[in-house]
Structures are given as structure tokens and as C-alpha cells.
């Protein structure tokens, strides 16, 4: 998997729930690209077409809180975006993220850190953000080497099968 | 050092004391998921390769937030649903039977000391049996229908205190909205609820449901209310299941307590966008109210209607607004017919949709239109929430939800209670 990864942020605020991720009346399929072409449609009808495969998003406090959809981290990958970085995650999305493999940092100070618009390297092994914009750097706690890589299989169904396979 | 409740539950089910913060294997005793969930779920379990589930009778799929189905789209995801049940044998609760949340205690699949998962975020209202209950997604609920087990980090405990009775005009959804506003939406993040103080013994079943369903607004993994007299009976008297009640060590240790004199209490309402947007009803008094709703996993109750119905009981609501009520379950429904509180609140100008969530999670029966206020009964005013981001939602208790929809304005239900 990619140890480092690089991309433009799009920055949200705090408390971003899911029924904004991906509203509820979207929720008739399973397929991430059209569950990307609604993601954050109630708060930014253009986010879809301005996300460029790769770009990360940054948020404050409390990222996908609210309802349980799993639909929520797929709209977000299917939308393109390689990670989501905030300064903490509501319990239900952060594992949910874990499972279908969407990459997930959690790093506080990280509003302060980077402006929308930025250009910023993620090091998930050592725990760094570069800033390249603004030439600085930040540490965060990487998460449990298992988690990783359940992330790394590309979520839950493909680390079981990979499991399995080695068994 | 003793052990919070949420301790104790998980550590009779893994058979050795628990630490909090350690993650354990537990094995459920119930677990759910709804339309919205399930068929993702149904999806991942068959490319996890599962053939058979682990218990069907263990397992329940309700068919509740689009319920009968509004499009195309959603009519396939039900198929697959019922496909599902009648190929591995769980239990399917279809259109109009109800809300998941009441439908589970209802049907007596949940008693104290129960540790169940729903694909579905207010699972942690049948916290209010003392069942240590918690929302998942769709991946974890197909690999839990599948080896019958899921894992849990042991969360901290936030000990809440309600003491004193509740004052006029004020319900178990004001108490919770209270919390809320002190707590923050992210106050007790990964962390336990756990309820105690006099208030309690006062409350019933009913109303603590509301306060337990809510605990997932604050961040929170489960609102776990200690059995007593009220829950034991109420899950005796819903449940054939054996069981025994699992209580908190007296010299068990809280991450934080937040005491709340209930007596001092007045009606709250939680403004848009946020559920932690909480004000007193003075300061929101007069805001003209379009579309007035009660109903949901946390207001749909009988005793939700029995309020709404004595407020609004030979009066008409305001012409210009518009009241939709959803029984949180066709017995709710069924009682309401039965003891007359249902012609109150048709004849005061309400209309009554499928027992289910549609209005309050935006898929249909009661889409706002652009510009339009809301007060409603439910557990979340987000943005988009009801269906339209160009709506405000309010959320107060049955009793606001009803004094504003006869003033058609945000108004006191006080004026209206003797």
C-alpha cells in the first residue's frame, strides 16, 4: 500500500455527520462512484466534480458522527479521496472506515495545520504531515499495526481472505 | 476498584473481570439491521463467503426506513432483504410493523444484560433495559451474522445523576436535551453512559427509552440505565427469555460525573444544525413552525401520543401548519386506535403515516420544502436531515412538538397543561 500519501485538502469544519456525507435518500445502491457523485451534496453540490482522485480531506472534531451508514466512508472513497484526516473521528464512521479500507488519521491540531487548498504528504508509517504549501511538518499516533492493516488489505473482506489464504 | 456497569456486562459475557480500555471478543445475544443497512451488509456476508448464519433466531431485519418503499431503487434492497430471511431463516419485520428500536424490546428479543448490535446508530436505546447495546455498520453486522461475535474496546464511564421529579410541561426528551448541551456532540465519544439519581424510579419504560436513544448524539457507544423494578417487569412481561440483571459494583469508578437538577428543568429545544443547539423554549418562542412531526425511535411511543393527544384533545392545530404523526410499531398504533387517542389527534387535524422512519431520516413521508421550519420529536436536526438542506429542524419534547403545531409557532406547552 501506499506508506505515503499525497494530495490537495478540502477542508470541512467540526461535527461533519454522515447524513451530509451521503444523505439518506442516496442510499439505493452500493456501487462507491455513484455513492461518490452525492458525497456532501446537502452542504456542497460541487464537491463531487472538484475532488481530484487522491486529495485528502481535513475536518475538525468529531468527523461522521451521527447515523451508522457504511455508505458514508464508501461515498468518500468513491468520490476519490485518498485519506481523511481530523482532529478526532465519532466511533461508528472511524471503524467503519477501518473496515472498508478507507485510511483514516486522527491528528490533533491538524485545522491549524493546513489551509483548504494545501497540498499535503501523509507518512502513515512514521506518523508525519508535511505541509508542502507552507514548508512544516506535524506528528500524529499512527494507529494500531492491526488496524493498518486491515486498511492495507483495502478493508475487512479482503483481510479475511488474505488470512485464510496464508492459513 | 470496582466495576461500572458497562464493566460488569462485558465482563459476565467474556467469563473474566475486564479492564476498560482493553478490547475483547464478546458473544452477542442479539443483533439487528434495517433497510438501510442490511443490504450492504447482506452484500459484504456473502463475499466473506457466508453461506448460514450463525443463530437465525438471533437475528432480525426490520424494514423500517422507507417503509413501504418510495422508488425503484429501494423496492430492490427490500427484495434482497426478504430473499435474505427466507433463505437463512431470521427473523424479518416488514412494512408497518415498526421501528427497529421499539420492535426489538417490543418483541422481547433484548433483556437486562444483553450485549447486542444494530446496524443502526440509536441501537443503544435498549440501554434504558440495562442490555449493553451498540450501533455498528453494515461490514461488522455480516461478519457478526456469521461467527456471532463482534469485538468491543471496554469504554470508559460518564456517571449521570438525575435527581429531583420533573416540573410541568417537562418530559425525559427535555432531561436528554439537557445532557446534550452540557456534554457537546462529542462529549462522550467511545465512552459509556450510565443513569442514576431519584428522577429515575419516576420515569417509565417509555420515557427512558428517550433518554437511552439519544446517548449516540453525545458520542456516546451506550446510555445503560440500571434494572429495577420498571425494566425487569417490562422486559417479564415482553420477553419468554431467562434472565438475570447485571448491575454496577457500588465503589465503581467514573471517568466524570454530570448531575442535573431535574426540578430546575424547563422545556428545551435543540436549534438547526446541531442536536447540541440547545436553548430554552423562551428564547426560540414564536418561530413560525411549518411542519410539525412526532414520531421516531425517540418520541413514537404510546406515552409520546398520550401527550401530544391531551394537549391537542378538542382543539385544531393551526391551519397553516401541518402535524404528521408515525407510531414508532403497529401495536403502538393499535393501542393509540384502541384507547381513543388516535381520533384525538385526527380530529385535532394530525395525520398518521406507516409506523417507520421515514420522515425523520428524510426518504419519504414528510419532505420539507425550501425555507421551511420543522419541530419534531426525533434525535437529529442536521442539514439535509429530513431531506431538504434548505429545511430547519427543531427538536423538542412531545408536548412542544404538539403546543406548536396548535399555535404554529415554536410555543409553551405549559400553557396547556393542568
Known amino acids: ?167 | 476498584m470496582g466495576m461500572t456497569l458497562a464493566q460488569a456486562i462485558l465482563s459476565k459475557k467474556v467469563g473474566r473481570p475486564v479492564s476498560e480500555g482493553e478490547i475483547v471478543l464478546v458473544d452477542l445475544d442479539f443483533m439487528m439491521g434495517q433497510d438501510g443497512t442490511s443490504p450492504l451488509a447482506i452484500k459484504v456476508f456473502k463475499e466473506m463467503g457466508g453461506k448460514k448464519v450463525f443463530d437465525p433466531s438471533k437475528i432480525a431485519l426490520v424494514i423500517d426506513h422507507s417503509s413501504p418503499s418510495p422508488n425503484h431503487g429501494v423496492s430492490q434492497l427490500h427484495d434482497m432483504m426478504r430473499k435474505f430471511a427466507r433463505e437463512t431463516g431470521v427473523i424479518l419485520y416488514d412494512i408497518g410493523d415498526g421501528v427497529c428500536h421499539q420492535l426489538l424490546p417490543e418483541m422481547g428479543h433484548v433483556v437486562p444484560g444483553d450485549v447486542v448490535i444494530g446496524a443502526d446508530s440509536h441501537t443503544c436505546t435498549y440501554g434504558a433495559l440495562g442490555a449493553f447495546a451498540t450501533g455498528v455498520g453494515s461490514t461488522d453486522l455480516a461478519a457478526a451474522m456469521i461467527s456471532g461475535k463482534t469485538w468491543f474496546k471496554v469504554p470508559e464511564t460518564i456517571k449521570i445523576i438525575l435527581n429531583g421529579n420533573l416540573p410541568k410541561g417537562v418530559f425525559s426528551k427535555d432531561i436528554f436535551l439537557e445532557i446534550a448541551r452540557r456534554l457537546t456532540a462529542d462529549g462522550a465519544t467511545y465512552k459509556a453512559l450510565e443513569y442514576h439519581g431519584s428522577t429515575i424510579s419516576e420515569l417509565s419504560m417509555d420515557a427512558r427509552f428517550t433518554i437511552a436513544n439519544m446517548a449516540i448524539e453525545v458520542g456516546a457507544k451506550v446510555g445503560l440505565f440500571l434494572p429495577d423494578d420498571v425494566s425487569i417487569s417490562y422486559a417479564r412481561s415482553h420477553s419468554k427469555r431467562n434472565f438475570v440483571p447485571v448491575f454496577p459494583d457500588k465503589d465503581a469508578v467514573y471517568e466524570n460525573e454530570v448531575e442535573i437538577d431535574v426540578n430546575k428543568l424547563t422545556p428545551l429545544v435543540a436549534a438547526p444544525h446541531t442536536v447540541d443547539n440547545v436553548k430554552p423554549l423562551e428564547e426560540l418562542e414564536g418561530t413560525p413552525i411549518q411542519q410539525a412531526f412526532i414520531g421516531t425511535c425517540t418520541n413514537g411511543r404510546l406515552e409520546d401520543l398520550e401527550i401530544a393527544a391531551r394537549i391537542l384533545a378538542g382543539k385544531k392545530i393551526n391551519p397553516d401548519t401541518r402535524l404528521i404523526i408515525a407510531p414508532a410499531s403497529k401495536k403502538v398504533l393499535k393501542e393509540a386506535v384502541k384507547s381513543g387517542i388516535f381520533e384525538v389527534l385526527l380530529d385535532a387535524g394530525a395525520v398518521f403515516v406507516t409506523p417507520g422512519c421515514g420522515a425523520c431520516v428524510g426518504t419519504h413521508n414528510g419532505v420539507p420544502a425550501d425555507g421551511e421550519n420543522v419541530i419534531s420529536t426525533a434525535n437529529r436536526n442536521f442539514k439535509g436531515r429530513m431531506g431538504n438542506p434548505n429545511a430547519f429542524i427543531y427538536l423538542a419534547s412531545p408536548a412542544t412538538v404538539a403546543a406548536s403545531a396548535l399555535e404554529g409557532k415554536i410555543a409553551d406547552p405549559r400553557k396547556y397543561i393542568s
Not at chain 1, 506508506?3 to 490537495?8: A, N, Q
Not at chain 1, 453540490?45 to 451521527?66: K, L, P, Q, W
Not at chain 1, 476519490?80 to 478507507?102: D, K, P, Q, W
Not at chain 1, 504531515?129 to 499516533?141: A, G, P, Y
Open chain 1, 1 to 167: 500500500m501506499n506508506k505515503v500519501i499525497r494530495g490537495k485538502v478540502h477542508k470541512f469544519g467540526r461535527d461533519i455527520d454522515t447524513d451530509v456525507i451521503i444523505p439518506a435518500r442516496y442510499l439505493t445502491t452500493f456501487d462507491p462512484l455513484e455513492l461518490g457523485r452525492h458525497c456532501f451534496a446537502d452542504l456542497d453540490e460541487s464537491f463531487a466534480t472538484r475532488v481530484s482522485e487522491g486529495d485528502i480531506i481535513v475536518a475538525g472534531e468529531n468527523f461522521g458522527c451521527g447515523s451508522s451508514r457504511e455508505h458514508a466512508p464508501i461515498a468518500i472513497k468513491g468520490a476519490g479521496i485518498s485519506a481523511v484526516v481530523a482532529e478526532s473521528f465519532a466511533r461508528i464512521f472511524l471503524r467503519n472506515s477501518i473496515n472498508i479500507g478507507l485510511t483514516v488519521v486522527e491528528a490533533p491540531g491538524i485545522t491549524n495545520f493546513v489551509e483548504d487548498g494545501d497540498e499535503i504528504e501523509i507518512d502513515l508509517e512514521n506518523g508525519k504531515i508535511r505541509n508542502l504549501t507552507r514548508d512544516r511538518e506535524m506528528n500524529f499516533q499512527p494507529l494500531p499495526s492491526f488496524l493498518k492493516q486491515i486498511i492495507d488489505a483495502g478493508g475487512l473482506i479482503e483481510f479475511a481472505k488474505e488470512r485464510l489464504k496464508t492459513r
